[in-house]
């Protein structure tokens, strides 16, 4: 597993919108089965959205292309950076309105969702544009055969930690769950803005220096 790769990785997983969105499950409806449901949701989006760059990879590849060098996956990681970078300025203009902590309005629901509703928001949340440039990455690297898979599953599991620990905890801990869903949800309740614009604008720039050096290579 690249470096590149590993910090992708990192970045995916630290989705304030998830946890809030876990947290608020376990709080209001007390059914974690649905916090685990929306992780696994999490963890497929993820999954089928880097798999389907890494094919893609693959059939350019074996059409004969595949020793220039990728100056098109350089591209396309400064396409995603370009992305990111309006979503952390968007964000940005939102914290400093008057309701800047304003949770989305789909959050309101969250508490009342079934099993198969929250694996479908599990599907919905992720930054698939950060599991597209961790494709883009692994083909990038090269990786022959199962290599390549097993990189794959790397990336998922650590862009799924985040998701998966927490639930994971308040299963098995169950007495601990009311103090610390009441100081999680304080927290990210303050502070989720903050994280998303940091978190978004970071990528962004690591993803359009990346893609820019790709290019100037080929």
């Known amino acids: 597993m690249s470096f590149n790769l590993l910090l992708l990785g990192i970045a995916t997983t630290i989705s304030p919108l998830f946890v809030i969105a876990a ?8 059914k974690v089965r ?3 449901a929306a992780a696994v949701g999490w963890a497929v989006s993820i999954g089928v959205s880097c798999v389907a760059m890494v094919v893609l990879g693959g059939v350019v590849h074996d059409s004969g292309t595949g020793h220039r060098k990728h100056w098109w996956l350089g591209a396309i990681d400064l396409a995603l ?9 968007r964000e940005l203009r939102r914290s400093r309105s008057k309701s800047p902590k304003d949770l989305p309005k789909w959050m309101n629901r969250v508490g009342t969702m079934s099993v198969i509703t929250a694996f479908g928001l599990g599907l919905f949340l992720p930054a698939n544009v950060l599991a597209y440039a961790a494709g883009s990455e692994i083909v990038q690297q090269h990786f022959h055969g199962a290599e390549k898979w097993v990189a794959v599953v790397l ?14 905890y308040l299963t098995v801990r169950p007495k ?6 009441r100081t999680w949800h304080r927290w990210l309740d303050s502070h989720w803005q903050q994280v998303l614009v940091g978190l ?7 993803l359009m220096v990346k893609g820019v050096v790709a290019i100037l290579r080929a």
Do not use: C
């Open 23 to 30: 947290v608020l499950m376990m709080s209001e409806s007390e």
């Open 34 to 36: 649905t916090s685990w």
């Open 81 to 89: 950076g370009l992305v990111l970078g309006y979503l952390a300025l």
């Open 155 to 168: 990336y998922v599991l650590t862009g799924s930690l985040l998701e998966v620990m927490p639930v994971l």
């Open 176 to 181: 601990n769950r009311e103090r610390l869903l």
């Open 200 to 206: 978004f604008s970071a990528v962004s720039v690591f």
